[in-house]
């Protein structure tokens, strides 16, 4: 049985900018996260715990699963109109270079299964989702009947 059978299907999203590790992971958990997908091009952070094998070894003792997306994460032009302020840029770039290809259309149709197995959060840096890449993933799978909660970390 999938997990939203009795509820609307919803999808998470979450940054980490400025997280501590601890509230990070409460956070997913009393979502009722069951696997984070990692959309970030380079799973590699300055901030300690967010690099790819400590991150995945953080949720493992919450039980929470991890894959990591790279396929789907912001080429380097579209994070530096991120960080610049300038979303739409940011998404123009996503979409032209990565979501819209035929290896980004696999990947996002990958994400849309896991999705619709059990309750995923898409997670990228950016506190503030509006010029993240992971609103217009989380758009996209809301055109398609989920409804998506945008999670902070207090």
Not at 13 to 38: K, S
Not at 59 to 67: K, M, P, Q, S, V
Not at 110 to 119: H, I, N, S, V, W
Request: proline share 3%.
């Amino acid at each position: 049985m999938r997990y939203h059978a009795h509820m609307t299907k919803q999808i998470f999203t979450i940054g980490y900018e400025g997280a501590d590790m601890d509230r990070f992971l409460t956070v997913l958990q009393d979502a009722g996260v069951a696997t984070l997908a990692d959309v970030r091009a380079v799973a590699l952070s300055r901030k300690r715990g967010f690099s790819k094998s400590s991150l995945r070894e953080a949720l493992a003792g919450r039980d929470i699963g991890y894959e990591h997306f790279r396929s789907l994460g912001t080429p380097k032009e579209g994070r530096q109109a991120a960080r610049a302020g300038d979303g739409e840029l940011m998404r123009r770039i996503f979409c032209q270079e990565v979501l819209d290809t035929p290896q980004g259309q696999e990947s996002f149709e990958e994400l849309a299964t896991l999705a619709d197995a059990r309750p995923i959060c898409l997670l990228c840096f950016e506190r503030d989702p509006t010029n993240c890449h992971r609103r217009v993933l989380s758009e996209r799978l809301a055109r398609r009947g989920w409804s998506v909660v945008d999670l902070a970390v207090p």
